[in-house]
Every structure is written in structure tokens, then in C-alpha cells.
């Protein structure tokens, strides 16, 4: 609109690529999950919310994305992590971009989306417990603590980190006037919401460093390494 855009959306992202169509019908859209639809779509599902348009289709687009997105478990657990941890890699590498001074806390390594790509992995690992079956990111954390699904000191080091990230954020963006990821230590805005903080700008990177140190530690442990 006149006043700048409120959400980027990628085309590329369809049904089918650039091949698809750009709008799917609702059976196409459903067939296209039931069938073809990879680990990384059906990990997506897991937080799809419908939140416009008219209440009757709305409930029933609801339901029928609930029921892609908790369709079955996961068959093959290693050919699945390797799957997504490979997705997020190259997303990093081609959204992340990151200096020694200027950090993505979205994309970049160890950030927000490492996090949410890790949580929604193990959710869908645990599928048949419906007790996990949340859109909320803290919901679903409270759910794998209520239901044993990981060690209790790995969600705390998790919540921590989506806090801290969230926090960030939300202070970068108010401060610089724009929905940026990245936060730029050598610039006077970054200093300004550190000492809002108490903090300097380099007790603040170093904070965020020892967060994305944990996040990487958690990451590797379940997507890596198990």
C-alpha cells in the first residue's frame, strides 16, 4: 500500500514452485498435502492459522489444515532431519548474512529460525501425542515440558533464547523504525537500546553471543547428532 508493505511474501513458495499456480483452489491445496507435500511443508502446516475471511470457510479451512498438519508422525527420522537441517542451511547461508559487527537474529546461525525449525521438528516426531498439538511456539514448549517430550534444562535453555531473540527484536525494530532482522553493533541505535538495558553494546553482544552458543548446542544435539 501507500504506507510501505506489511508482509513480504514469496511467490516461489507456492504449490509446485514457480510451475504452480499462485492461488491453489481448496481440493488442490488438500491433495497437493495428502500427496506430495515434503517434511518441511508439513512442518509449516504446524503453525498455519487462518486469520480472515468469511467464518464459515474460515472454520472449515482451519480444520482442514489442522488435519494436514497432524496427518501422521514422521516413517524415517534420520532421512527427515537430514531433510530440514539441510533447508535451514541454505537458508542461512542465503538469507543470514551476517558480519562480525551486524548479526541476523532471524535467519542468521542460531537464531530465531533455528529455533522455531528445531521445536516443530520434534513436534512432528511426536505427533501421536495430541497434548503437543499447539500453533503458540511457548504453548507447544509447555507441552513438552508437561509431556516429558525433552530434557527439562534443554526447553529452559530454548525458552530463554526465544525470549532474549524476541525481546531483541521487538526493541531493534521499535528503535530503528523498521521491521529489520538485523541488529548492527557498531551503530548508535544498538547502543542506545543496550544502555535501555543497563547494559553496553558489548555486554549485549555478548549475551547474544552466549545465547546463540546455547541455540547451537541444542540444535546440533536433536538435529545433528541424535
Not at 534420520?78 to 532471524?106: C, H, R, T
Not at 511426536?126 to 515440558?145: G, P, Q, W
Not at 521487538?170 to 530503528?176: G, M, P, S, T
Request: charged residues 25%; glycine residues 4%.
Amino acid at each position: 500500500s501507500r504506507y510501505g508493505k506489511a508482509y513480504k511474501v514469496d511467490a516461489e513458495l507456492r504449490l509446485s514452485g514457480r510451475s504452480g499456480s499462485l492461488v491453489s483452489q481448496f481440493e488442490a491445496y488438500k491433495n497437493y498435502h495428502q500427496s506430495k507435500a515434503s517434511t518441511w511443508e508439513q512442518l509449516v502446516l504446524l503453525k498455519a492459522r487462518v486469520i480472515t475471511g468469511d467464518k464459515e470457510f474460515s472454520i472449515l479451512t482451519q480444520n482442514m489444515l489442522n488435519q494436514l498438519a497432524y496427518k501422521k508422525p514422521l516413517l524415517d527420522i534420520a532421512q527427515s532431519k537430514a531433510e530440514l537441517a539441510k533447508i535451514q542451511q541454505k537458508f542461512a547461508d542465503e538469507k543470514g548474512y551476517e558480519s562480525e559487527s551486524e548479526y541476523n537474529l532471524k535467519t542468521g546461525l542460531d537464531g530465531i529460525s533455528y529455533l522455531e525449525m528445531l521445536t516443530r521438528f520434534l513436534q512432528l516426531k511426536h505427533l501421536d501425542n495430541v497434548k503437543i498439538h499447539c500453533k503458540n511456539t511457548f504453548e507447544l514448549l509447555e507441552a513438552f515440558t508437561q509431556n516429558t517430550i525433552i530434557a527439562p534444562q534443554d526447553i529452559a535453555t530454548i525458552s530463554a533464547a526465544f525470549c532474549f531473540y524476541r525481546m531483541l527484536s521487538a526493541r531493534n525494530r521499535l528503535q530503528n523504525n523498521s521491521s529489520t532482522n538485523k541488529i548492527n553493533f557498531s551503530h548508535k541505535n544498538t547502543g542506545i537500546i543496550a544502555k535501555q538495558l543497563g547494559m553496553t553494546s558489548f555486554e549485549l553482544k555478548d549475551r547474544l553471543d552466549k545465547h546463540r552458543n546455547d541455540v547451537m548446542k541444542i540444535y546440533r544435539k536433536y538435529m545433528i547428532d541424535a
